[in-house]
């Protein structure tokens, strides 16, 4: 079985209650992933699962429970906590497999479900087809039988475990005292630990999007609305904001002045830092192909590499495993410290981007512009039916523009993994040139595509 019927690029994903993220898909989810990770060996098996704030968690989480429990799993239920504190938790509690259920940044409406093997990764495309083939299949084989059932219990210091560990990733020695921090948790699975985190290692907190209530996830809040951390910043007159999504797994900040960064920014701000202390490994930094010429360019400049892989964090982490890399991410705010952690998480690069904010004894404004981004444009073209990357008009637009671009300006065209959009992304020295060059695209996709 190659094609995809449930998993997309970041586990499975889509609006609550419609499918695939029904109740019944949820318990085929939990029946097949138990099956699969289920080993022939006598020992007791476990599944840890975590959520974030939305309404629809509590339609989802009893339909996995059930799943995994029938199938002879032993469940820990997490509470919200976020994503990488699933993945902390299932190597801590040496689960045999983690499940968030959260559907990231996208509003209360969706919700997702994203698995971890025991190792605290994310699964591969491999395994993700493995329990789609199961989840088809008859599923009343293989039921535990009546005494064999799996037990269930919740986890109540989930939270407070995961507090310690993101703290622990704080240099030892140094304290937050004498910073105002903004902390926006978007009103979902970071709103309890962040606040605790960052009071505890001596911040004064002023915190932001705390109050869920089911549907106010990422309600103009968070990292894909920065505007709210840029108003406390001000109106606090605070050292650094920090915006959180809504499973807390990226960040984007602002400084003193209320300016947004982006994960760029961020990456060669830990990687500059990082590079003078001797503690950035693989001779660089992974990113993916939408990262700007500009972090590559500053790369460069320190003799530090900029390794490029397809969009997704999980093929960020899949090439920073293969060449021993520490550091690696994606514009949008996934930073992944595999030193740290096994994924993206927002709150320990916070701390990381907070340490050398305190070393410098810089206000962030000095920090937070590490380089000059190249003018960089992106258009997404919807398309009703066929494949228009592969009409002969696309393919010439497309040789035309690399060729123009060729020297001062980078050039990436695809499909998107989650909906039927053609995005088209350019970049160069010359911004005239990079809007000509994406329009004439966009162009001849939509002739195609007509």
């Given at each position: 079985?190659?094609?995809?019927?449930y998993?997309?690029?970041?586990g499975?994903r889509?609006?609550?209650?419609?499918?695939?993220?029904?109740?019944?898909?949820?318990?085929?989810v939990?029946?097949?992933?138990?099956?699969?990770?289920?080993?022939?060996d006598?020992?007791?098996?476990?599944?840890?699962?975590?959520?974030?704030?939305?309404?629809?968690?509590?339609?989802?989480?009893?339909?996995?429970?059930?799943?995994?429990?029938?199938?002879?799993?032993?469940?820990?239920?997490?509470?919200?906590?976020?994503?990488?504190?699933?993945?902390?938790?299932?190597?801590?509690?040496?689960?045999?497999?983690?499940?968030?259920?959260?559907?990231?940044?996208?509003?209360?409406?969706?919700n997702?479900?994203?698995?971890?093997?025991?190792?605290?990764?994310?699964?591969?495309?491999?395994?993700?087809?493995?329990?789609?083939?199961?989840?088809?299949?008859?599923?009343?084989?293989?039921?535990?039988?009546?005494?064999?059932?799996?037990?269930?219990?919740?986890?109540?210091?989930s939270?407070?475990?995961?507090?310690?560990?993101?703290?622990?990733?704080?240099?030892?020695?140094?304290?937050?005292?004498?910073?105002?921090?903004?902390?926006?948790?978007?009103n979902?699975?970071?709103?309890?630990?962040?606040?605790?985190?960052?009071?505890?290692?001596?911040?004064?907190?002023?915190?932001?999007?705390?109050?869920?209530?089911?549907?106010?996830?990422?309600?103009?809040?968070?990292?894909?609305?920065?505007?709210?951390?840029?108003?406390?910043?001000?109106?606090?007159?605070a050292?650094?904001?920090?915006?959180?999504?809504?499973?807390?797994?990226?960040?984007v900040?602002?400084?003193?002045?209320g300016?947004?960064?982006?994960?760029?920014?961020?990456?060669?701000?830990?990687?500059?830092?990082?590079?003078?202390?001797?503690r950035?490994?693989?001779?660089?930094?992974?990113?993916?192909?939408?990262?700007?010429?500009?972090?590559?360019?500053?790369?460069?400049?320190?003799?530090?590499?900029?390794?490029?892989?397809?969009?997704?964090?999980?093929?960020?982490?899949?090439?920073?495993?293969?060449?021993?890399?520490?550091?690696?991410?994606?514009?949008?705010?996934?930073?992944?410290?595999?030193?740290?952690?096994?994924?993206?998480?927002?709150?320990?690069?916070?701390l990381?981007?907070?340490?050398?904010?305190?070393?410098?004894?810089?206000?962030?404004?000095?920090?937070?512009?590490?380089?000059?981004?190249?003018?960089?444009?992106?258009?997404?073209?919807?398309?009703?039916?066929?494949?228009?990357?592969?009409?002969?008009?696309?393919?010439?637009?497309?040789?035309?523009?690399?060729?123009?671009?060729?020297?001062?300006?980078?050039l990436?065209?695809?499909?998107?993994?989650?909906?039927?959009?053609?995005?088209?992304?350019?970049?160069?020295?010359?911004?005239?040139?990079?809007?000509?060059?994406?329009?004439?695209?966009?162009?001849?996709?939509?002739?195609?595509?007509?």
């Amino acid at each position: 079985m190659s094609k995809r019927a449930y998993f997309g690029t970041d586990g499975i994903r889509g609006q609550a209650n419609r499918h695939p993220m029904t109740a019944e898909v949820a318990l085929r989810v939990g029946m097949a992933a138990g099956k699969q990770f289920m080993s022939k060996d006598e020992r007791r098996h476990l599944v840890v699962i975590g959520k974030d704030t939305r309404l629809s968690g509590y339609m989802i989480e009893p339909a996995l429970v059930a799943g995994f429990a029938s199938v002879g799993m032993d469940v820990r239920l997490l509470g919200p906590i976020p994503t990488p504190g699933v993945a902390m938790m299932t190597r801590s509690l040496r689960a045999d497999l983690g499940v968030m259920i959260s559907a990231s940044h996208n509003e209360f409406s969706d919700n997702g479900i994203k698995l971890f093997g025991p190792d605290g990764y994310k699964l591969s495309d491999e395994r993700e087809l493995l329990i789609e083939s199961l989840m088809d299949q008859g599923l009343q084989e293989g039921l535990a039988g009546p005494r064999a059932l799996g037990r269930v219990a919740r986890v109540d210091d989930s939270q407070a475990r995961y507090v310690e560990i993101a703290k622990a990733t704080f240099p030892r020695g140094l304290s937050l005292s004498g910073l105002r921090v903004v902390i926006d948790c978007a009103n979902g699975a970071a709103y309890k630990v962040a606040p605790i985190a960052l009071y505890e290692l001596g911040a004064e907190v002023i915190s932001v999007g705390v109050e869920p209530n089911g549907f106010n996830i990422n309600e103009e809040c968070g990292s894909t609305h920065p505007e709210a951390m840029v108003q406390q910043v001000k109106e606090y007159r605070a050292d650094i904001g920090i915006a959180l999504d809504g499973d807390a797994d990226r960040l984007v900040i602002c400084d003193e002045k209320g300016r947004v960064v982006d994960g760029d920014q961020i990456m060669a701000l830990i990687a500059g830092h990082w590079a003078k202390t001797q503690r950035l490994s693989g001779g660089g930094v992974v990113a993916t192909v939408m990262s700007n010429l500009g972090l590559e360019r500053f790369l460069k400049s320190h003799d530090l590499n900029l390794e490029r892989t397809q969009v997704g964090d999980r093929y960020v982490m899949a090439r920073m495993r293969e060449g021993g890399f520490n550091l690696g991410g994606e514009q949008s705010g996934h930073l992944i410290l595999s030193d740290f952690s096994t994924t993206g998480d927002g709150l320990i690069a916070a701390l990381q981007v907070l340490a050398v904010l305190k070393q410098s004894d810089k206000p962030m404004s000095a920090l937070a512009r590490q380089f000059e981004p190249v003018p960089q444009l992106l258009e997404n073209v919807r398309f009703a039916a066929g494949k228009p990357l592969e009409s002969d008009q696309v393919k010439g637009a497309i040789a035309d523009a690399e060729q123009r671009l060729s020297g001062s300006g980078r050039l990436v065209v695809r499909a998107s993994g989650t909906e039927p959009l053609i995005r088209i992304m350019a970049e160069g020295d010359d911004a005239k040139l990079v809007s000509q060059v994406v329009k004439e695209i966009a162009g001849a996709v939509k002739k195609a595509a007509a």
